[in-house]
C-alpha cells in the first residue's frame, strides 16, 4: 500500500549510458515532481508535472526528459549520463499545485562510473 | 534571491535531552514553512506546516515555532529518542504559481546512548 513507490532503488551505470526511473503513486494526486538531492544532501527540485501537463522546468539539461503517461506516473529519462549526475532521485506528489503538502519516494540512488 | 538556511549543521546529543534546531529563510513573499525529517535512505517526511499566521505547532515530541517578523523558525525535539536519528530539513514555500518550494541543506541529528 505505498503511497509513493519508485523503481529501481539503486541504479549503476556507465558514463554515456541512457537510463530510466519510475514513479507512481497511488494517492490520486494531480501534481508529481522530481527532486534532486545532492551529496550535500541538498534537495532541488527539477521538475513538476499537474495533470499530466509540465508546469515547473528548471534549470535542467535538457538530457533529462520527463513523461507522465497519466497523473499516476510520472517517469524520468536520462541520455548520456555524466558522473555529476550521480545523486540521489526523489519523486513526490501532492494534492494539486496549491496544496501545502507533498508526499515522498523512498528515492533512487544513481551512481555513474 | 530565496534561500533557508539551518543551523546547526550537525548536532549530537544523549538520549533524552532535548535540542532545538534553528532556520532562518529569505524567502518572499512567504506562504508556509514546513519541516520534515529525512531518515538514512528514505524520502522526506512531513513533521509540521506552519502558515503566516501561525506561531506555534506541536507534533508529538516535535514542537515547531515561526516568527514571520524576523523570518526565522525553530524545531524543538523534547526527550529525544534513538529514532530521532535523521537529517531535518527546512522548508519554505513562496506565493505564486507551480508549488515552488525552497529547501534548506538540513541539519544532521544524531542521538546517543
Known amino acids: 500500500d505505498t503511497a509513493v513507490s519508485q523503481t529501481p532503488k539503486y541504479l549503476v551505470t556507465q558514463m554515456g549510458n541512457d537510463k530510466s526511473i519510475k514513479c507512481e503513486q497511488n494517492?490520486?494526486?494531480?501534481?508529481m515532481y522530481w527532486y534532486k538531492q545532492d551529496s550535500k544532501k541538498f534537495l532541488k527540485i527539477m521538475f513538476s508535472y499537474n495533470n499530466k501537463e509540465l508546469i515547473i522546468n528548471e534549470t535542467v539539461p535538457n538530457r533529462f526528459s520527463p513523461k507522465s503517461p497519466d497523473k499516476a506516473h510520472l517517469n524520468l529519462h536520462i541520455n548520456s549520463l555524466e558522473l555529476g549526475d550521480s545523486a540521489v532521485y526523489f519523486c513526490a506528489s501532492s494534492q494539486d499545485q496549491s496544496s501545502y503538502e507533498q508526499y515522498f519516494g523512498p528515492g533512487t540512488r544513481l551512481t555513474v562510473t | 534571491k530565496n534561500q533557508v538556511e539551518q543551523s546547526p549543521q550537525s548536532l549530537i546529543i544523549l538520549e533524552g535531552k532535548n535540542c532545538t534546531l534553528q532556520?532562518?529563510?529569505?524567502?518572499?513573499?512567504?506562504?508556509?514553512l514546513r519541516w520534515y525529517k529525512q531518515d538514512t535512505g528514505r524520502g522526506p517526511v512531513s513533521l509540521t506546516i506552519?502558515?503566516?499566521?501561525?506561531n506555534t505547532k506541536s507534533n508529538g515530541r516535535y514542537t515547531a515555532t515561526l516568527d514571520a517578523d524576523t523570518k526565522q523558525s525553530s524545531l524543538h525535539i523534547t526527550a529525544s529518542q534513538l529514532s530521532d536519528s535523521a537529517s531535518y530539513i527546512c522548508v519554505v514555500r513562496s506565493l505564486g504559481g507551480g508549488n515552488k518550494l525552497t529547501f534548506g541543506t538540513g541539519t544532521q541529528l544524531k542521538v546517543e546512548l
Open positions: 506552519m502558515t503566516f499566521s501561525e
Open positions: 532556520c532562518n529563510y529569505t524567502v518572499s513573499p512567504f506562504s508556509n
Open positions: 494517492l490520486g494526486h494531480d501534481t
